[in-house]
């Protein structure tokens, strides 16, 4: 396989095999998968974004806080990532720290008994800006 790729002004050809995998990475993102460790209720579940781009968390517990460590979101700025929610009860509720910036400036709310995917960027001042897309069935 041939690929001719324009990155800017300038013009790269690659060559690319599969080697019997079938799998291709033409600029796209292809990681593990990392768990958030859920810390309990009122307390801080760290999302620790040397870890990759893509995560899980389980609400296993009531009031669950995501938040990042401030040398994350210094060190991170630039960074995408995406987090599989899954809140398997109707329950457990999900809040999140002051850094994290939602579409209207409100935090959307997990949805009860299914799994919801949260897609953020860092960017600037301490600011995470992020987007849900919810109730994955």
């Known amino acids: 396989l041939t690929i001719n790729a324009v990155t800017s002004s300038m013009t790269t050809d690659e060559t690319y095999s599969s080697a019997g995998t079938g799998h291709f990475t033409t600029g ?17 579940s760290f999302l620790s974004l040397n870890g990759g781009n893509f995560y899980t968390l389980d609400l296993t517990t009531s009031d669950t806080i995501l938040a990042l460590n401030t040398q994350d979101i210094v060190a991170s700025y630039g960074q995408t990532f995406s987090i599989l929610v899954d809140n398997s009860t109707a329950t457990n509720a999900l809040t999140f720290d002051s850094n994290f910036k939602f579409n209207g400036g409100t935090a959307p709310t997990i949805t009860q008994n299914g799994t ?22």
């Not at 460790?37 to 307390?43: D, F, L, Q, V």
């Not at 919801?116 to 849900?132: F, H, K, Q, R, S």
Request: hydrophobic share 35%; net charge neutral; charged share 5%.
């Open 28 to 44: 796209g993102s292809r990681g593990n998968i990392t768990a958030v460790t859920n810390a309990g209720s009122g307390n801080n």
């Open 116 to 137: 919801d995917i949260l897609t953020g960027i860092v960017y600037g001042n301490n600011n995470v800006y992020i987007t849900a897309v919810q109730n994955l069935s």
